[in-house]
């Protein structure tokens, strides 16, 4: 079936750092692709998505490309702030939408 | 915020006992799913609905049960809860405008002791 492989960590960064979070994909047909944040005591809320090949998704300076070619969605910031720190998961849906399959989540903590 | 509850928020129970977990949305959202989130899995689905009355099981669905009387209502039961169902459940709606957008309630921490 659909999977998701994402790097799992623990990453920790200096404020300022680039952050980049891999995550690739296995799937049958057109998915979309997903990145959500969780921060401590929350839930999941959606960060960014891109529903087709060469699609780039961003949001509060974070961004991802979908590359059907390496089958990856890998998350990107240029300056991370502390405000950053939680856990990243990349997520992939069918086009039905019902059947959204997850990475493990990656934990980031940003120190000042 | 797309309105949703859940209750309890954290329960400590017994292996073999019965648990009910509830999921309150309040916008009318006719999808809905049920979540756990176990370290190194992410999140695995478990049960969903499509309506009242309409199910469909997920990933892990062995052990548990759902039900959906009221649009608004989605039940999750564990019908004799084991401590391999120690978890953290999570809620989500399916958004009204786009349809592979899920949104998330705040989770249930379950401990089976």
């Known amino acids: 079936g659909d999977s998701v492989t994402q790097m799992e960590g623990p990453v920790t960064l200096s404020e300022e750092a680039c952050l980049t979070i891999n995550c690739t994909y296995t799937a049958t047909g057109y998915p979309s692709l997903f990145w959500y944040v969780q921060y401590p005591g929350e839930g999941l809320q959606l960060l960014l998505k891109?529903?087709?090949?060469?699609d780039k998704g961003s949001n509060k300076g974070f961004e991802a490309t979908y590359r059907k070619e390496t089958t990856s969605f890998h998350l990107e910031k240029g300056s991370v702030q502390v405000s950053d720190s939680a856990v990243y998961f990349c997520?992939?849906?069918?086009?039905?939408?019902?059947?959204?399959?997850f990475g493990a989540g990656t934990r980031l903590t940003v120190k000042p | 915020d797309a309105g949703i509850t859940q209750s309890p928020r954290h329960k400590v129970t017994e292996t073999g006992t019965p648990v009910t977990l509830r999921c309150h949305q309040t916008e009318n959202h006719r999808y809905m799913y049920w979540y756990r989130q176990d370290p190194g899995h992410g999140l695995r689905l478990i049960h969903y609905?499509?309506?009242?009355?309409?199910?469909d099981k997920g990933e892990v669905s062995d052990g548990y049960s759902v039900s959906r009387s009221k649009t608004e209502d989605f039940l999750l039961t564990l019908e004799s809860a084991t401590s391999s169902q120690t978890s953290v459940y999570f809620c989500a709606i399916r958004s009204a405008v786009s349809y592979n957008e899920q949104f998330f309630g705040p989770g249930t921490r379950l401990t089976v002791l």
């Open positions: 997520a992939l849906s069918d086009q039905l939408g019902n059947d959204m399959r």
């Open positions: 891109a529903t087709k090949a060469d």
């Open positions: 609905s499509y309506g009242v009355k309409d199910t």
